[in-house]
């Protein structure tokens, strides 16, 4: 059926279109020829040596097809890694010896590996474990010499952010606010022995004892000049 | 049968499917084939390739449009790329040097311009840019309607209105030299 001029598709062309659109359907009124009665019969024996690719198969017989194909594949390269015949047995048993080697050697890098590792964790964790007498921060993350809202608040009355110190701020750790150069004595009285005021004229200059009276032994008397 | 159980059958390797689907085809395919190339013979030639690849590759056909449009397009496709790769030139003479017969007999001036416009014709169309010597070729040598070329194109119809008559206009000056 060839389509004539002035039809609904027609609609819309110009004067010139339409002549073309005359011009061209007279053409292919004329040229309009029937496939030869041998045509069928080509195209079918065309079409017979011509199989389906894969592509164009049912599902099934792809499924099938590279199921066989696989196997195919993985008895050669099984035959190929046992060698067969042609390759000698010596040849074969050096392939396997190197073969567990190597699987040695991967198994020692990743023992290496891991113990590196959880040595770094360690050692990048070590600092940031808890004091002794202290709390532990619900923040790990921060500094414990920081103040944290959201770490645990001391009980000690004087608070420290200095573990141990309970929140109580002080430079001196141990002195809990008391002025003493000397660390660790808190106002007592020191264990250390000697400096205590010389009854010497001359008496010493050297610092530490905060003028209290010392359990220590008795210091030699200083005999100085 | 409608066109997809054609397909699926075929896929399925239904030999007498594959041959219905020519027997139905056929016609259409050579006498597009052959308004555009302008020799029966090779419109076979190429329509008989479009069988065999269409029956290679009928499992990716889609069921958009018809499988007349699909196979249509195939065969066209093809026919306008052997037209480009041969360019032939009207023989004068046949191979032994004599005159060609003209046929008609009775009126062969008649005949040779009838011959000279039908070439003309044939090579203006071939010389369209896309997409309208495709939308002239499926309209008036393939007999597709406008929604057909659009639904075996995936363009909107409009389109195909203004490629169609852009196409023809294109065409005019070619056609108006005899």
Same mark, same amino acid.
């Given at each position: 059926m060839i389509p004539r001029a002035g039809g609904t598709d027609s609609q819309g062309l110009s004067a010139d279109g339409l002549a073309v659109e005359a011009e061209l359907q007279d053409y292919a009124a004329r040229v309009a020829p029937t496939p030869s009665a041998a045509f069928m019969d080509r195209v079918m024996a065309a079409a017979e040596r011509n199989p389906l690719p894969i592509a164009g198969r049912s599902p099934r017989v792809r499924a099938s097809e590279l199921v066989h194909a696989a196997g195919r594949r993985l008895g050669v390269a099984l035959a190929q890694v046992a060698g067969?015949?042609?390759?000698p047995l010596r040849v074969r048993v050096q392939a396997g010896a190197m073969l567990v080697v190597v699987a040695l050697l991967i198994t020692a890098g990743a023992a290496l590996a891991t113990a590196g590792a959880t040595t770094v964790v360690t050692w990048v964790a070590g600092p940031q474990a808890p004091a002794a007498g202290s709390r532990p921060s619900?923040?790990?993350?921060? *500094?414990?010499n920081q103040p944290s809202d959201t770490s645990p608040r001391s009980d000690?009355? =004087?608070? &420290? *952010?200095?573990p141990g110190n309970h929140g109580q701020p002080s +430079? %001196?750790?141990? %002195?809990?606010? +008391?002025? &003493? +150069? =000397?660390?660790?004595?808190h106002g007592q009285p020191? +264990?250390?022995?000697?400096?205590?005021? &010389?009854?010497?004229?001359?008496?010493?200059?050297?610092?530490?004892?905060?003028g209290g009276p010392t359990e220590g032994p008795k210091p030699t008397a200083a005999a100085h000049p | 049968m409608d066109d997809r159980e054609f397909a699926q059958a075929i896929v399925a390797g239904d030999r007498d499917a594959f041959r219905l689907l020519v027997e139905r085809e056929s016609g259409p395919l050579v006498r597009a084939c052959a308004r555009i190339l302008g020799d029966p013979d090779a419109a076979e030639d190429v329509a008989q390739e479009c069988f065999v690849t269409a029956h290679k590759v009928?499992? &990716?056909?889609?069921?958009?449009?018809s499988l007349h449009g699909w196979l249509l397009r195939i065969a066209v496709n093809r026919a306008l790329r052997v037209v480009k790769a041969q360019r032939r030139l009207l023989p004068l003479e046949d191979e032994s040097g004599e005159p060609l017969a003209i046929p008609g007999g009775s009126e062969p001036l008649t005949n040779v311009l009838m011959a000279e416009r039908d070439r003309l014709v044939q090579e203006a169309v071939a010389s369209l840019p896309d997409p309208y010597r495709e939308t002239i070729v499926l309209r008036?040598?393939?007999?597709?309607?406008i929604a057909e070329i659009a639904s075996e194109t995936g363009r909107p119809i409009g389109t195909v209105k203004t490629h169609l008559g852009r196409g023809l206009l294109r065409l005019r000056p070619a056609l108006a030299e005899v």
């Open positions: 067969g015949s042609s390759i619900a923040s790990p993350a921060l *500094n414990p000690h009355p =004087n608070g &420290s *952010n200095n +430079q %001196n750790p141990g %002195n809990h606010g +008391q002025p &003493s +150069q =000397n660390p660790g004595n020191s +264990q250390n022995p000697g400096n205590r005021p &010389s009854d010497h004229p001359n008496a010493s200059n050297n610092p530490g004892n905060g | 009928i499992g &990716s056909w889609r069921g958009e449009g008036y040598f393939g007999e597709l309607s």
